[in-house]
């Protein structure tokens, strides 16, 4: 079965870091771009980060630019989000999705059920 | 950078057809992608490149796209598709990806 399982979520300080998982499991994980997409409570998606196939080459949004990295472990099946430097804007529901990678503009085929990251201060 | 724009609900009768739009400066140009999201749920891709349905989505849900507006068309609305459903395009300018802010449909 094709499946996208986020972990790691929880609650952390403001300030604090945090680093939330995804393990991909019934597709060849490493020939796919992976995404990031977050959403706060009520609100709607927002796209956070793309790491590519193999993780040599990643690009965030400018809101997590410098504080959240994304990599991934091929070996694992494993893509990870490390958060730096959290505040009370980054509270929400954490996704990976999947991507062909195939063009640029590919659609998210695959998604995860979500983890949640609450930022307290 | 690019701003996608959508109606915050649209409602409809059960059986009839419900028409979430897409609005984008020359969004014909680009591709646009259509995600389900029910309560409590992951999204789920329904419509691709514009008008492409994943295998599993049933034929009711259309799309298409032109000028400054896309649209998703569901025919025959049934009670099981109420969910908020968001666009997204890939801006070339910045090489990221952008989400509309979500149409909530309910089916009355």
């Known amino acids: 079965e094709l499946q996208l399982v986020e972990s790691g979520g929880g609650l952390v300080q403001s300030g604090g870091s945090l680093r939330v998982s995804c393990e991909a499991s019934g597709f060849n994980f490493n020939i796919y771009w992976m995404h990031w997409v977050r959403q706060t409570p009520g609100k709607g998606l927002v796209w956070v980060s793309r790491?590519?196939?193999?993780?040599?080459?990643?690009i965030y949004a400018d809101s997590v630019k410098g504080r959240f990295t994304t990599s991934r472990d091929n070996a694992k099946n494993m893509l990870y989000l490390q958060m730096n430097s959290l505040s009370g804007d980054d509270t929400a529901v954490y996704y990976c999705?999947?991507?062909?990678?195939?063009?640029?503009?590919?659609?998210?085929?695959?998604w995860g059920q979500g983890t949640m990251v609450t930022v307290s201060s | 950078s690019y701003v996608l724009t959508q109606a915050p609900s649209v409602s409809v009768a059960p059986g009839k057809t419900a028409s979430i739009t897409c609005g984008g400066y020359s969004i014909g140009r680009k591709s646009v992608h259509w995600y389900q999201q029910k309560p409590g749920q992951a999204p789920v891709l329904v419509i691709y490149y514009d008008y492409n349905r994943p295998s599993g989505i049933p034929e009711r849900f259309s799309g298409s796209n032109s000028g400054n507006t896309a649209t998703l068309t569901i025919s025959r609305v049934e009670a099981g598709d109420e969910a908020d459903y968001y666009c997204?395009?890939?801006?070339?300018?910045?090489?990221?990806?952008?989400f509309g802010g979500g149409t909530k449909l309910t089916v009355l």
């Open positions: 997204q395009v890939w801006d070339t300018t910045s090489d990221h990806w952008v």
């Open positions: 999705a999947r991507d062909p990678g195939v063009a640029s503009d590919d659609a998210f085929d695959l």
């Open positions: 790491i590519n196939f193999d993780g040599s080459s990643a």
